[in-house]
């Protein structure tokens, strides 16, 4: 079992930035990848970016490719999420989560990830 912990969300305006973050426990996510997803009120649940277990391998989705950055700390289990340039539509919960095989590398399927977190709010104001 893995625990996964999000934080740094928070209301921001356009155009500013966070550093979410996810804190694993009760396993090591070092030979995981992991993904960060995001869900706003009304729509599905949808893929923001991943990184393999390595590290070597990121993948973004287009809507905030060049604005957002996954990285990975396997010595404290964490991984981050920079989140720079914030427009309205990016406004919702964050989610991070772990691919259910290991040394595997970044899926955009939910289905792919077996544990998830509580979520962590981000609000931007106009």
């Known amino acids: 079992q893995v625990q996964l912990v999000e934080s740094g969300g928070g209301l921001v305006q356009a155009g500013g930035s966070l550093r979410l973050s996810c804190a694993a426990s009760g396993r090591t996510i070092s030979v995981y990848a992991m993904g960060w997803f995001r869900q706003a009120p009304g729509k599905e649940r949808e893929f923001v970016a991943g990184?393999?277990?390595?590290?070597?391998?990121?993948n973004y989705a287009d809507a905030v490719k060049d604005r957002f950055t996954i990285s990975r700390d396997n010595a404290k289990n964490t991984v981050y999420l920079q989140v720079n340039s914030l427009k309205p539509e990016d406004a919702a919960v964050y989610y991070c989560?772990?691919?259910?095989?290991?040394?595997?590398?970044?899926?955009?399927?939910?289905?792919?990830?077996?544990?998830w977190g509580q979520g962590t709010q981000v609000t931007i104001s106009s």
């Open positions: 989560a772990v691919r259910r095989r290991p040394y595997s590398t970044v899926a955009l399927d939910r289905n792919e990830y077996a544990y």
């Open positions: 990184i393999s277990w390595s590290g070597g391998t990121t």
